[in-house]
């Protein structure tokens, strides 16, 4: 799916940085004051090249670099890498992130791109160090602490929107997320309606809960759902599939009826898995487990990446496992709204 939009708003380390592109040229505005960053887009050469039109006794430094070839990739999602030319590379371009193999030109590859912190994440958290716990039978690492505020930011170009995760607020947020779970179509997957106790106590519980965590998802500021994203090893999905020290796994709900279609889903869907994905370089794997009769979840779970293995037992419900690997993701671009489904349904064959 080709975005049609010539506008685009990057948030690389943390600046937003306002983005129009007219013909081959983008122009990145930058919020804070910076000084505008000009470049010029050439997608007929092999592979498409990105060069930086500044002066030529200077060069850009790495929130300029890094906002532009977010852009270049979005207004050309079939590229699968990016040639750079410019006078020099920034310091915070060369660990990780160009390929600077001899005898050709630097290259950034849109895998690697998309696995860069600092272009979704306004705070990023480095790895927590590896100690192991144990949690009543399970052993499993330590868990950082619950992150703060806004967790993730990234513009939607065919919604013309920024979608952002923030942390749950258990006192402002309560009225809101009552009134979500107690919406029938909610109630019936969630099976969580009640009074305000009720949800309070719930929203306490994990707040302080170290395996958990629960966010709010924003449509240009305005809520639309909440997502619940836990650490596997020591959830109670972990008898039932070989669970990874690092794999995540989310549960989901969207509050606002106006923000149910497929284009929302294709938004946010992707987004917590990337987001899931950078919290943590050595997350390899998210899994999923929808309730087996929730036949949308499991037409759309595939086409945003996720192998659907088996059906199974929970105490309280059959659900279906889903799984996505970080290299699939990547490798895919499964931001990218597909069409078609990815993969097929294990759990019917």
Known sequence: MRQTSQRHIAYADGKTAIVQCEDDKLRLDFKDGHAPSLWKLNPTTHPPCLQWMGSCSAAPNATESLAALEAAFQLHPEAIEFRLSMPQLAPGLRDGIVDLSPSRPPRVARSVLWQQQRLWLPQPRPPYALHYKMTGERRHPVRPAHPQNTVYRRFIPWLGRTLSL????????????????????????????????????????????????????????????????????????????????????????????????????????????????????????????????????????????????????????????????????????????????????????
């Open 166 to 349: 923030r942390t749950v607020d258990p006192d402002a947020d309560l009225p809101t997320f009552h009134r979500w779970m107690n919406d029938p179509t909610v109630a019936h997957f969630w099976e969580e309606s009640g009074d305000l106790g009720h949800h309070r106590a719930y929203l306490q519980r994990i707040a302080g809960d170290p395996h958990a965590v629960g966010l709010i998802g924003c449509f240009d500021g305005q809520p639309f759902g909440y997502f619940e994203a836990y650490w596997a090893k020591e959830d109670r999905i972990a008898p039932f599939y070989d669970a990874g020290d690092h794999d995540r796994g989310w549960h989901a709900l969207v509050g606002e009826a106006e923000f149910r279609g497929q284009p929302y889903l294709t938004a946010w869907l992707p987004s917590l898995s990337h987001y899931l994905f950078l919290d943590d370089c050595r997350t390899q794997r998210i899994v999923v487990e929808p309730r087996s009769d929730n036949l949308k979840m499991r037409k759309n779970l595939p086409r945003c990446g996720y192998a659907l293995l088996k059906e199974f037992d929970f105490p309280h419900k059959r659900a279906v496992l889903g799984v996505l690997l970080r290299e699939r993701f990547f490798a895919d671009a499964l931001w990218i709204p597909q069409s078609d489904a990815a993969a097929p349904d294990a759990s019917t064959q």
